[in-house]
Nanobody
Framework: QVQLVESGGGLVQAGGSLRLSCAASGRTVSGYVMAWFRQAPGEEREFVAA????????YYADSVKGRFTISRDNAKNTVYLQMNSLKPEDTAVYYC????????????????????WGQGTQVTVSS
């Protein structure tokens, strides 16, 4: 069973950048599809980005495509979300999630496909 801990959130001005980290323990991240979701107040949790087990497939929400990049460092057992050109509408709690699957190159975009979650990290973008 994998445990996930996010960090790197904070307050940033519009146009700025942040890098979120998701440190995993208990299992190696290479055994999971890894993803980032976010949830703004009063909103449902929404998909942001996902990375397949073999890192050959990535998928991004249209709202972040071209601005956010998901990546993985196997040596550190950590997944990252690099967020550039941040907008006020990116403000949310960001969650790291892991999906146990035998598939190497597919990703899922719905929260109910992910069985492991971190506690979340707040990202606030001021205008």
């Amino acid at each position: 069973q994998v445990q996930l801990v996010e960090s790197g959130g904070g307050l940033v001005q519009a146009g700025g950048s942040l890098r979120l980290s998701c440190a995993a323990s208990g299992r190696t991240v290479s055994g999971y599809v890894m993803a980032w979701f976010r949830q703004a107040p009063g909103e449902e949790r929404e998909f942001v980005a996902a990375l397949s087990r073999n890192v050959r497939s990535t998928y991004y929400a249209d709202s972040v495509k071209g601005r956010f990049t998901i990546s993985r460092d196997n040596a550190k057992n950590t997944v990252y979300l690099q967020m550039n050109s941040l907008k006020p509408e990116d403000t949310a709690v960001y969650y790291c999630a892991a999906q146990a699957t035998a598939a190497l190159s597919s990703v899922a975009t719905t929260p109910n496909r992910y069985g492991y979650w971190g506690q979340g990290t707040q990202v606030t973008v001021s205008s």
